[in-house]
């Protein structure tokens, strides 16, 4: 069974034959947990100055188990 119950919204029952009420309470269900979901999710926009932009990372630290290297007398 097949209902579509809204424009470009499709439900496919895979198993039993619920009824148009119970198909109707899931959608209003599910649409609901995602509204709340979405408007939840989105994150703050920051502003980053130009001064924290233009800056480099920090550069990697020693590693002081290679020795000297090339200094080898």
């Known amino acids: ?3 579509e119950p809204a424009p470009g919204l499709r ?3 895979r198993r039993g034959h ?3 009420e119970e198909l109707a309470a899931v959608i209003a269900v599910v ?3 995602y509204v709340e979901e979405s408007e939840d999710a989105r994150a703050d926009e920051t502003r ?3 001064w924290e932009i233009s800056q480099r990372g920090l550069r990697s ?3 002081r188990d290679l020795g000297w290297g090339g200094f080898s007398g």
């Open 1 to 3: 069974m097949t209902a």
């Open 11 to 13: 439900v496919d029952v």
């Open 18 to 20: 619920p009824t148009e």
């Open 31 to 33: 649409t609901t947990g």
């Open 48 to 50: 980053r100055s130009r």
């Open 61 to 63: 630290p020693l590693r």
